[in-house]
C-alpha cells in the first residue's frame, strides 16, 4: 500500500452548497505555481465525477480519489 | 469595561454594530460594553445596486448613504482605515498611526476585485461589481447595437453568485426592448459543468437560456483576454471571440487580512457554525472575508451578523454563546427586466427554484429599498 500523498494545498470543501467544491478547487489552481498538489475534500458524490471531468479538461493531473469513513472523499489533483 | 471592535462597516459589520447596540443597550448605557465600527470610508455602500445602473435603472448615488445615518448612537463610529492586527497583543493599529485595543475583534472587510490577476481583463472587459464598472458598461451597452455579448464568470469565488445568470437574462430582455436582440448573440460562460453552483439553479437557468437563445458554455476559466484582438483565452485551451465583454472578475479579500497572516488569499477560516476564527483567539469574520461553504452574499454577510451578536452578548454577559450559523443564504433572481425567482438555502441543501413572476421582481426591488432598514438592524 502506498504511503498517503502530501498535498501542498487542502480545499476543505466538506458541506459546501453554493458555489461547490469544484469551484472552490478552480479557485486554488488558477494562481497556482505547476507541480503544486492539491486536496479536494469533499462530501458531495457528484464532484467525484465532475473533478475528475474538468482535471481531464483543463488538461491537469488526477493522482488519486481516497474514500474515508466519516462520509468524505479527498480527491488528489497535480497542477499541470 | 469589555470593547467589542467590528472592522468594516458593510452589511455585515453594519448589521452586527446596531444588533449589539439593541442587544446589550443596558450594558452601553452603564459604560460597561463600548462597541466601535470602524470603517475606512464614511459611507455604507450596498452593491446589488450596481447590477441596475449597468441598465440605466439605478445610479451609482443609489447605492450610497452615510453611515451616521445608519448606524445606532450607542456605537462609536471611527471613520479610518485599519492597518495592522496583533492578536496576542489584541490591539490595532490604523494607517494614522492610531492604535486601539480590543476585547473581541470582528473582522468583516468583505471581497475586493483583482482583474489585475488576468492578464488584458481590464482593458478587454466590463463588469458591474463597482460604481465606476458599472457606469461604463452603462455606456457601452447603450452604444451596443450588434454583435457577440459573452458574460464571462472568471473569477471564484466571487460575490452574489447569482448576479451573473441575472446579468445574462435582463440584457437578453433590455436588448429585446430595443429590437437589437436579432443583431446580438450572447454566450454565458461558466467553471464547472453546468450553469451554476447549485444543481437545480443551474437546471433553471439551463431551460432559460435554452428558450431565449443564450448559449451556455460550460468548464470555462478565461486566464487571459486580448483586448485587441478581441478574443478570451481559457485555462483548457479555447478562444472565444467577443464584441462586448462582461466579466466576473477575480475577487481577493482585504490586504488587511493577507498582510497580517489572518487567512490565505484574504480569506479567514473560520468555524461555519460558529464563525469564531478557527486559528485566531477572540476573533470573529463575517460576511465575504469569512471563509464558509456557501455564498459570498449581503443575506449570509446578515444572517452571520444576527448569530456573531447573540454570541457576543452571550460573552460579554459571561455566558457560554449557544447561537450558531446554519448557512441560511436567500437571493432574489432577477430573470428579466421584469420577472424574477426567489431561492433559500442553508449548508448541504439544494434550494428549489421558484417560478418567476412580477410579483418577485417587486419584491426584489421593494427589498432593494427596504435594505437600509436591514442595514439599521431593523429587518
Same mark, same amino acid.
Given at each position: 500500500m502506498s504511503e498517503p500523498l502530501q498535498p501542498d494545498v487542502t480545499v476543505d470543501s466538506r458541506g459546501a452548497t453554493c458555489p461547490g467544491p469544484l469551484m472552490d478547487l478552480i479557485g486554488k489552481v488558477k494562481p497556482a505555481d505547476e507541480g503544486t498538489v492539491f486536496e479536494l475534500r469533499t462530501g458531495d458524490s457528484s464532484s467525484k465525477n465532475d473533478v475528475p471531468e474538468w482535471v481531464e479538461k483543463a488538461g491537469h493531473e488526477l493522482l488519486d480519489v481516497v474514500e474515508h469513513e466519516d462520509g468524505y472523499w479527498s480527491i488528489y489533483v497535480k497542477k499541470v | 469595561m469589555t470593547r467589542i471592535v467590528i472592522v468594516g462597516g458593510g452589511t455585515g459589520g453594519t448589521v452586527l454594530a446596531n444588533r449589539l447596540a439593541d442587544e446589550l443597550g443596558p450594558e452601553l448605557d452603564a459604560g460597561d460594553v463600548e462597541v466601535v465600527l470602524v470603517n475606512d470610508d464614511p459611507d455604507h455602500v450596498y452593491k446589488p445596486v450596481y447590477l441596475y445602473v449597468a441598465f440605466g *435603472? %439605478?445610479?451609482? +448615488?443609489? +447605492?450610497r448613504r452615510p453611515l451616521t445615518d445608519l448606524v445606532d448612537p450607542a456605537v462609536t463610529l471611527d471613520i479610518g482605515r485599519v492597518t495592522g492586527v496583533d492578536t496576542a497583543a489584541k490591539t490595532l493599529a490604523f494607517a494614522d498611526g492610531a492604535e486601539m485595543d480590543y476585547d473581541h475583534l470582528v473582522v468583516a472587510t468583505g471581497a475586493d476585485l483583482a482583474? #489585475? *490577476?488576468?492578464? &488584458?481583463l481590464e482593458a478587454g472587459g466590463h463588469h458591474f461589481y463597482g460604481p465606476e464598472g458599472a457606469e461604463r458598461l452603462r455606456d457601452a451597452l447603450a452604444e451596443f447595437e450588434s454583435g457577440h455579448l459573452v458574460l464571462s464568470v472568471v473569477g471564484v469565488p466571487h460575490m452574489c453568485p447569482a448576479a451573473p445568470l441575472e446579468f445574462v437574462l435582463m440584457a437578453d430582455a433590455w436588448l429585446r426592448d430595443r429590437g437589437r436582440r436579432a443583431d446580438v448573440d450572447i454566450t454565458y460562460t461558466y467553471p464547472?459543468? %453546468? #450553469?451554476? &453552483?447549485?444543481q437545480s439553479i443551474a437546471d433553471w437557468a439551463t431551460e432559460a437560456f435554452e428558450e431565449r437563445d443564450i448559449e451556455l458554455r460550460t468548464f470555462t476559466n478565461p486566464d487571459a483576454v486580448d483586448p485587441e484582438t478581441q478574443v478570451l483565452e481559457t485555462m483548457e485551451g479555447e478562444e472565444i471571440p467577443y464584441d462586448l465583454l462582461v466579466a466576473i472578475p477575480p475577487h481577493t479579500g482585504s490586504d488587511l487580512v493577507t498582510e497580517n497572516g489572518l487567512g490565505d488569499d484574504g480569506w479567514i477560516p473560520v468555524d461555519r457554525h460558529t464563525l469564531e476564527a478557527t486559528d485566531l483567539e477572540d476573533v470573529y469574520a463575517i460576511g465575504d472575508a469569512a471563509d464558509v461553504p456557501t455564498s459570498k452574499a449581503g443575506s449570509v454577510a446578515h444572517y452571520e451578523a444576527g448569530v456573531v451578536a447573540d454570541r457576543l452578548a452571550s460573552e460579554v454577559r459571561g455566558q457560554v454563546p449557544t447561537a450558531t450559523y446554519d448557512g441560511k443564504t436567500i437571493c432574489f433572481v432577477e430573470s428579466g427586466m421584469d420577472e424574477a425567482t426567489f431561492v433559500e438555502f442553508g449548508y448541504g441543501e439544494t434550494p428549489v427554484v421558484r417560478e418567476p413572476s412580477q410579483t418577485l421582481h417587486w419584491a426584489k426591488l421593494a427589498y432593494n429599498e427596504s435594505y437600509w432598514l436591514t442595514a439599521r438592524g431593523l429587518l
Open positions: - | *435603472e %439605478r445610479t451609482p +448615488a443609489d +447605492a482583474p #489585475a *490577476e488576468v492578464p &488584458g464547472i459543468q %453546468r #450553469a451554476h &453552483g447549485i
